[in-house]
């Protein structure tokens, strides 16, 4: 399958923001979707992830109650709201599938990444 992320953008603190992130050649109902980020210097981490039928959603701390993740398996997309945006959320995003069992926290896990889209928020 093949991932494709809306761009990303530049925001001011407090704003918001959404990505989606499209898939092609695989139903994406078949996998377990999550988006993890890149800052600028560290390793990869795990932002939320979200279950094949949508019913269940798991958040890293750093964004529990800020960011919302959600699918249109009709579309094939997944989507990223982004709100109350922090200096701290300036990092590149990428949306990722995996074929294993919700959730899954490990960027190890996935099998199928986006090419991934530059957030920046400014203070």
Request: with cysteine; aromatic share 12%; proline share 2%.
């Amino acid at each position: 399958v093949q991932l494709q992320a809306s761009r990303g953008g530049l925001v001011q603190a407090g704003g918001s923001l959404r990505l989606s992130c499209a898939a092609s050649g695989r139903t994406l109902s078949s996998y377990v979707m999550s988006w993890f980020r890149q800052a600028p210097g560290k390793e990869r981490e795990f932002v939320v992830c979200i279950s094949r039928s949508a019913g269940r959603t798991y958040h890293a701390d750093s964004v529990k109650g800020r960011f919302t993740i959600s699918r249109d398996n009709a579309k094939n997309t997944v989507y990223l709201q982004m709100n109350s945006l922090k200096p701290e959320d300036t990092a590149v995003y990428y949306c990722a599938a995996a074929r294993g069992l919700y959730p899954l926290l490990n960027q190890y896990d996935y099998d199928y990444w986006g090419q991934g889209t530059l957030v920046t928020v400014s203070s």
